[in-house]
C-alpha cells in the first residue's frame, strides 16, 4: 500500500469519468477499496486522505465537478 498509488489514482480519477462511474453504488470504504484493488491500485483510505489532502493544500474554490466533488460523494462511513 502507499502514498503512490494513492496519488496514481488520484490522477487518473481526475481526468476520467469513466473511472469515477466504476464506484456508483460503492458502499462505504470497504467497497471502495476493494474497487481500487480491482483496478491495480493499492492504498489504505488514510493514504488516500493524505494525499487528497495534500493534493487540495490552498484551495480556496471547490468546483462543482471533477475528482473531488466525487470523492467528497462517496459514503466514507
Given at each position: 500500500?502507499?502514498?503512490e498509488s494513492a496519488s496514481?489514482?488520484?490522477e487518473a480519477a481526475a481526468s476520467d469519468?469513466?473511472?469515477r462511474r466504476k464506484f456508483e453504488g460503492v458502499?462505504?470504504?470497504d467497497d471502495f477499496l476493494k474497487m481500487t484493488e480491482?483496478?491495480?491500485y493499492s492504498f489504505t483510505t488514510d493514504e488516500l486522505m493524505a494525499i487528497a489532502h495534500?493534493?487540495?493544500q490552498g484551495v480556496e474554490v471547490r468546483?462543482?465537478?471533477g475528482v473531488w466533488?466525487?470523492?467528497?460523494?462517496?459514503?466514507w462511513v
Open positions: 500500500m502507499s502514498i496514481r489514482f488520484l469519468e469513466g473511472l458502499e462505504g470504504p480491482q483496478l491495480g495534500e493534493q487540495s468546483r462543482s465537478t466533488k466525487w470523492l467528497r460523494g462517496i459514503n
